[in-house]
């Protein structure tokens, strides 16, 4: 079956870290791949999304890419602000259906 | 635009007890989906509406769950009776289109506490 394994947290960084949050994923056919980002507060947004292998997504300064001869959709971004504490999800979706598939959540805190 | 507005944002009820969960979606998104998150783990998908049918319930976890979309419109999720293992953030997304995933919103979500 389909789904997402995502690295643990809590991650904390200092201000102006590297971050990576490693994913990786298991699904039949060619999926789309997403990260949502839930702010403290607030509900889940799309942060950015790949639709086919080597794609790139990136927003905000976060970059992912569809890489599928590893299965994975890395986030990165190359210095964090305390403003991007919150919680990262991995998801996937195939082309049957609307639903998404999820990881666990990594929750990231970065302090000044 | 408006968005996906969600209520009560926290609930807390003892076992045994009835839960009603509400989900407004963007006016004229005919695609309505429950998710759940349970315990900090992943978030489950729950079932799907097109409009005020359910397209995919397949991950109902039990007939304790009913969701109700009547007149296509806003939906509900009851559970009843609640158990502890329920406890969590139960989220709402709607979209204009099914496979459109630019189109998804979700809502602040419900955190769904039972003592």
């Known amino acids: 079956g389909n789904s997402v394994t995502q690295m643990e947290g809590p991650v904390t960084l200092s201000e102006e870290a590297f971050l990576t949050i490693n994913c990786t994923y298991t699904a039949t056919g060619y999926p789309s791949l997403f990260w949502y980002v839930q702010y403290p507060g607030e509900g889940l947004q799309l942060l950015l999304k790949a639709t086919k292998a080597d794609d790139k997504g990136s927003n905000k300064g976060f970059e992912a890419t569809y890489r599928k001869e590893t299965t994975s959709f890395h986030l990165e971004k190359g210095s964090v602000q305390v403003s991007d504490s919150a919680v990262y999800f991995c998801?996937?979706?195939?082309?049957?259906?609307?639903?998404?598939?999820f990881g666990q959540g990594t929750e990231l805190s970065v302090k000044p | 635009e408006a968005g996906v507005t969600q209520f009560p944002s926290h609930s807390v009820i003892e076992k045994g007890q009835t839960v009603t969960l509400r989900c407004d979606p963007i006016s004229g998104h005919d695609n309505l989906y429950w998710y759940r998150r349970v315990m900090g783990k992943e978030i489950k998908f729950l079932l799907h509406?097109?409009?005020?049918?359910?397209?995919?319930e397949s991950g109902m976890p039990n007939n304790r769950f009913l969701a109700e979309r009547t007149g296509g419109t806003y939906s509900t999720l009851k559970v009843q009776p609640a158990e502890l293992e329920d406890s969590g953030v139960y989220f709402c997304?709607?979209?204009?289109?099914?496979?459109?995933?630019?189109?998804?919103?979700f809502g602040s979500g419900t955190r769904l506490t039972v003592v």
């Open positions: 998801a996937l979706k195939n082309n049957q259906g609307g639903k998404l598939i």
């Open positions: 509406f097109v409009k005020e049918s359910k397209q995919d």
């Open positions: 997304a709607s979209s204009q289109v099914e496979s459109g995933y630019r189109g998804y919103t």
